[in-house]
T-cell receptor, first 113, second 116 residues
Framework: GDSVTQMEGPVTLSEEAFLTINCTYT??????LFWYVQYPGEGLQLLLK?????DKGSNKGFEATYRKETTSFHLEKGSVQVSDSAVYFC????????????FGSGTRLQVQP | DAGITQSPRHKVTETGTPVTLRCHQT?????MYWYRQDPGHGLRLIHY???????DKGEVSDGYSVSRSKTEDFLLTLESATSSQTSVYFC???????????????FGSGTQLSVL
């Protein structure tokens, strides 16, 4: 079945550092890929998405490129802020009728001033 | 923000008791989901619904049942709560458009359930 693997956390960075959170996936067909973010005490919200190979999703300075050849969708940001501290989830939507997402285990990011 | 309300926000219960969690939406979206969030596992799908009275199992459905008698409400019932069901439960909705692989989920704020 479909699965998503994310790097273990927590990731601790200083403000203005470069961020990479790795995500790889296993799926049949041509899934869509997503990054969701969860701030403390809140539900998840969509950060960005890509629906086909070589697409780049971007939002709020975050970017991720859909790499079919390496089955990856790594999240990057050039300069993190304290307000980016959150848990980040990689997810995929397979070609199934239920339209449910398969999530990775999440990566906690802590940004220190 | 999508109009999703989960109740209760926090619940403490004892092993063996039934528990019902409620998800209410004001968006008239067709699809509704229940996920549980646990450390090291991320979010795992319990059950989902694709319309009134239309529901199906997710990957961790044992010990849970659901009902959807109205578009706006999706209930999750733990028939006899166990300590392994201590978790944070999230309801999510999606519009159910014609491109299923492009779906965006909207999440509620979650219910923290503790089973003692």
């Amino acid at each position: 079945g479909d699965s998503v693997t994310q790097m273990e956390g927590p990731v601790t960075l200083s403000e203005e550092a470069f961020l990479t959170i790795n995500c790889t996936y296993t799926a049949t067909g041509y899934p869509s890929l997503f990054w969701y973010v969860q701030y403390p005490g809140e539900g998840l919200q969509l950060l960005l998405k890509a629906t086909k190979a070589d697409d780049k999703g971007s939002n709020k300075g975050f970017e991720a490129t859909y790499r079919k050849e390496t089955t990856s969708f790594h999240l990057e940001k050039g300069s993190v802020q304290v307000s980016d501290s959150a848990v980040y989830f990689c997810a995929l939507s397979g070609d199934t009728g239920r339209r449910a997402l398969t999530f990775g285990s999440g990566t906690r990011l802590q940004v220190q001033p | 923000d999508a109009g999703i309300t989960q109740s209760p926000r926090h619940k403490v219960t004892e092993t063996g008791t039934p528990v019902t969690l409620r998800c209410h939406q004001t968006e008239n979206h067709r699809y509704m989901y229940w996920y549980r969030q646990d450390p090291g596992h991320g979010l795992r799908l319990i059950h989902y619904s694709y319309g009134v009275k239309d529901t199906d199992k997710g990957e961790v459905s044992d010990g849970y049942s659901v009902s959807r008698s109205k578009t706006e409400d999706f209930l999750l019932t733990l028939e006899s709560a166990t300590s392994s069901q201590t978790s944070v439960y999230f309801c999510a909705i999606s519009e159910g458009g014609i491109h299923p692989t492009n779906e965006k989920l909207f999440f509620g704020s979650g219910t923290q359930l503790s089973v003692l």
